[in-house]
Every structure is written in structure tokens, then in C-alpha cells.
């Protein structure tokens, strides 16, 4: 998964975030004949809300030899639904690192950095989309900040100590993150370029918690360049920094360079910051990428 070797296991379907890899071996052990290989969009959001088309995606299998081919395969029963989250939950938590002699498992565990960042479809202010009046259009942000480009390179502006071009202060912000109503104007995000910088070889621990600020709010496939990290849990509410800890895999966690962000729920992951450079985590769905769920690793 991810360029990183996973314990095998044995399931009729699989889950993939947009810019997650795996690597598949299908046994071909059934009767000689024709079968579907079924794909289906998966979505946390509601269907109703988005109106999203619910097209599946079909190709056939099939075996050689001598046989009466059907004149159509049976679709595969064993696809979850659009909406089924318990099954991508289900198929997320099953996969473990190989944590072999030859492919060890270096989870950090001596943690010197930790961080809490929300992930969340929100409103931004626009006071040039309608004829110089303000309006509000639909924005993404990590911690209510909405991710603006820089005007020259940050990388540039850092060794050359240039200042305006971006700041460091890349604060937390707590409230329940999965209610149904919120105060006025907390959809509201703001713009902003902020860097997170870390000392090289620290041991960095991230809560990433999925919101329902916006209707319409979804999973959020989140990539980093430069890094793999170890996924050590995951859950479907607000995170609980003295009970979830203690159910973290720090064992055998799969090792990846994108992960989902639960739709109100939440993931944390661990790496060692030890690649140096300034480093580029968005949200792999390309929009929600231009709309500012962004931020850079220094």
C-alpha cells in the first residue's frame, strides 16, 4: 500500500482514497465462466445533498477454456453501498504493516511534537466576486486557516529571511467539530499562509479531525509530500486525547503517504520529521485543493 508492504489478508472488496495505491493479488479459483469486477463511488456525504451520479463501473473477467459463457454475469453481490461508511471503516482498520525481519515497523514512540488540526469544508468572505460587494463563497481550511498562495517561493523566503511571505503560528482550535448547529460565523474561514516548522529527527504525532461545519461536508483523502507515516488509529467521533491513545496501534500500523479523514471523525499518524525541506499536505481532491485545504511541513 503506498509503496509498503502490508500483511496479506482476505477480503471481496477494497477501499481506495483518490491518490492512495495498493497492490491486489486475486486468486482466479472459481467455476470457468464470465465475472464482473464492479467499481462504485464511495460517499460519506448525503446523496440527496450532492445529487452525485450513482454509476457503477464494471469490467469482465474471464477465464479460458472450454465452457457456455452467460449471456450476463452475476454483479457482484459482496459491493457495499454508496454510503456504506462501517464498510470503508471496516476495510481501512484491517490493513497492517508486514512488521517482518526484512520490513521492520519504526513507529516513533518518544513523541516530542504533537498537533490537532481540523479539516473542514467551510464559507470564506469574497469582496471581489460581485461587483465589489462582499459574498460569501464556499472555501476548505485545516484549523479554520484557508490556504493562500505565497507570493514568492517560502523555501526562498526562509533562507533568505524575507518576512511577509508567510507565518508560523499555525494554532489548534477546540469546540465539537460534529454538532449539528454551531455559533454564528464559525463556517467562516480566514485567509492565510502558514507554515508549521519542525527541528530536523523530531517525533511528530497528528490528530487530523473530519467536521460538519458545512452541509455537504465529506471524507478528505490528505496526502504529504517528501514522507511515509504510520497510521496508528482511527475513529468515527470527536477524539478523545485520554481514552483514544489508548487503543493506537503502535505494533504493526499501516505506512502510507495519503490517508482519509472521516467525515466527523478523525485519524492520527506518526512520523519522524528527518527528510529536510518545506513539504506540501493537501487534500487530494483536487477542488477542495484549490479551495484551500492546504499547508506546508518546514
Partial sequence: MDGHYTKPI???YIMISPGQTKDILLTANQSLGHYYMASRQFSSEDSAITGFDHVN????LQYSGNYTAPSSPSFPSTLPMYLDFYAA???????RSLASRDHPVNVPLNITTRMFITASMNSAICKTCSEGMEAEI????????SWTNPRIDVLQAYYKNISGVYTTDFPPSFFNFTADEFPDNMSLTVLGTKVKVLDYNESVEIVYQGTNLLTGSM???VHLHGYSFYVVGTGVTNF????????FNLVDPPEVTTFAVPRSGWVALRFVAKNPGVWFWHCHYDRHMSWGMNSLYS
Fill in 10 to 12: 482476505a477480503t471481496s
Fill in 138 to 145: 464556499i472555501a476548505t481550511s485545516l484549523n479554520n486557516i
Fill in 240 to 247: 478523545n486525547n485520554e481514552t483514544d491513545p489508548k487503543e
Fill in 57 to 60: 463501473a464494471t469490467a469482465i
Fill in 89 to 95: 471503516l471496516k476495510f481501512t482498520k484491517s490493513i
Fill in 219 to 221: 471524507n478528505h483523502p
